[in-house]
């Protein structure tokens, strides 16, 4: 409703105007004006000290003062905007507790943090699964109260793309996967979820491959001993199995070779995340790998190249090291035909370390190169006859590189051959270890 104005300035005026002809009756026009203004200033200080009194009434839904004219219309409007603004608090507080309700309905922690890391709000799950209390936890740094190594460097490293698990610090016996969404001003919402049935399935799983690879191995070696024996009297043998002896020890060996690979990687796979901290001389250990690669590629003669740059102490576990690196390189020999070149590469700098495997072999087709690194996944499966490759090399690579904080890239084009290069971040490398030239 709109205010009607020059009416009021109209009503004062006449007001004014009838004090001035009171005093003018009475032979005092001056005084009549003066009161007349006077009482209106009154008047006008009156209102303002009620809609002042109304203003700070702490209840705030009162209903506003009684008044009339310009008076009245602002204690109207003020009162209408006051209930507006009353409502769409309501609405915003069942809206908040609606999110909240629903929340805390989640099997899911849920916790914000702000930029500082400190908590601001959390669900009841989170609460159940890590232990949080309402009343002394607000306000505390999310780093005090999980106070896990891997929890802390996983949340100052901002990079969330994979999610962390952990043990709870609450309830030991639960295993949780932590997963953590920047947003705002570099506000966090982390997300954590009970894994512990998967986490046993896939416990199980590794414990089922390491039981029976371990149990199959002493038949095996029996089986393979004898029929190596055999083998060595060949000339004894009627001619009809020979033939049959031979291969049923050529397969044995495969298997054999199957079953010490399915062994480290299930050894590799348990103690993810906790590789020894020995210092390792990674010029020396790829040194050897290349002259058992010499001794491998035999007469299909591969020029095999090494360059170190750098210093190349690295921390790490020497046997899980060492088998990552020959499945690289064993691999490129397996796949460059003959004359073609190797390059074996270890750099590191102030970044961190790479070790890279350069061949001039088949190449992979693109298509296959994400998912290479999975158990018994072949680029050609009609190929791995000749190779008398395990299908789990590059399996192990990339456990081995996790178990180091690193990882696996793979670049290659179909017959130009392939680059495998494994990353290492700073903190792997040892300070002030012997810098060595290229060699
Ligand atoms: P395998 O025992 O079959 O070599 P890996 O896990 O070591 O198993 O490798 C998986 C597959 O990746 C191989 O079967 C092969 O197709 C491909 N591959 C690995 N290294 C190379 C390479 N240097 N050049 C071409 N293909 C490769």
């Not at 191995?217 to 004894?236: A, C, F, K, N, Q």
């Not at 088949?362 to 190929?383: N, Q």
């Not at 696996?408 to 290492?424: A, D, K, P, Q, V």
Request: overall charge negative.
């Amino acid at each position: 409703m709109r205010y009607n104005w020059s009416r009021y300035l109209r009503l004062i005026l006449a007001g004014i105007a009838g004090s001035t002809l009171v005093g003018w009756y009475f032979g005092f026009p001056l005084y009549g004006l003066l009161t007349g203004l006077i009482l209106y200033l009154w008047w006008t200080l009156l209102q303002a000290r009620r809609l002042y009194q109304w203003l700070g009434n702490p209840s705030g839904s009162d209903e506003p003062p009684q008044s009339i004219g310009m008076w009245g219309h602002i204690f109207d409007s003020l009162h209408k905007l006051h209930q507006g603004h009353l409502s769409k608090q309501d609405s915003l507080r069942s809206r908040i507790n609606r999110v909240q309700d629903s929340t805390n309905s989640m099997r899911e922690g849920v916790i914000m943090t702000n930029t500082r890391g400190e908590m601001e709000w959390w669900n009841d799950a989170a609460e159940y699964l890590l232990g949080f209390q309402r009343s002394t936890d607000r306000g505390q740094y999310i780093q005090n109260l999980i106070r896990s190594p891997a929890f802390k460097a996983y949340f100052e490293k901002r990079d969330y793309a994979e999610p962390l698990e952990l043990n709870s610090p609450a309830r030991p016996h639960i295993h949780l996967e932590f997963q953590i969404n920047q947003f705002g001003d570099d506000d966090r919402l982390l997300v954590v979820k009970d894994v512990t049935r998967l986490h046993q399935l896939e416990q199980m799983r590794r414990d089922f491959i390491g039981n029976v690879s371990h149990e199959m191995r002493t038949p095996l070696t029996v089986i393979s001993g004898y029929l190596e024996t055999m083998v060595d009297h060949g000339d004894e043998l009627p001619a009809k199995w020979r033939r049959a002896i031979q291969t049923m020890a050529t397969q044995s060996s495969r298997m054999e070779a199957l079953i010490t690979d399915l062994i480290l990687l299930s050894m590799i796979e348990t103690g993810e995340h906790s590789a020894d901290q020995e210092p390792i001389d990674v010029s020396a250990m790829i040194g050897q790998i290349g002259n058992d690669a010499r001794a491998l590629s035999g007469d299909n003669n591969h020029q095999i190249e090494i360059n170190v740059t750098g210093q190349p102490l690295l921390k790490g576990d020497q046997k899980q090291l060492r088998s990552a690196f020959s499945n690289l390189i064993f691999n490129a020999v397996k796949y460059t035909p003959r004359d073609g070149q190797i390059v074996v590469s270890w750099r590191a700098d102030k970044d961190g370390a790479q070790l890279s495997v350069k061949d001039t072999g088949i190449g992979i087709d693109s298509s296959h190169i994400p998912r290479l690194t999975e158990r018994f996944y072949r680029a050609d499966p009609s190929r791995h006859k000749d190779t008398g490759g395990t299908g789990l090399g590059l399996a192990i690579v990339k456990h081995v590189l996790i178990n180091h904080d690193g990882h696996l890239e793979i670049n290659s084009r179909i017959g130009e051959g392939s680059e495998f290069t494994c990353h290492f971040p700073r903190e792997r490398l040892i300070d002030g270890g012997p810098d060595q030239a290229v060699r």
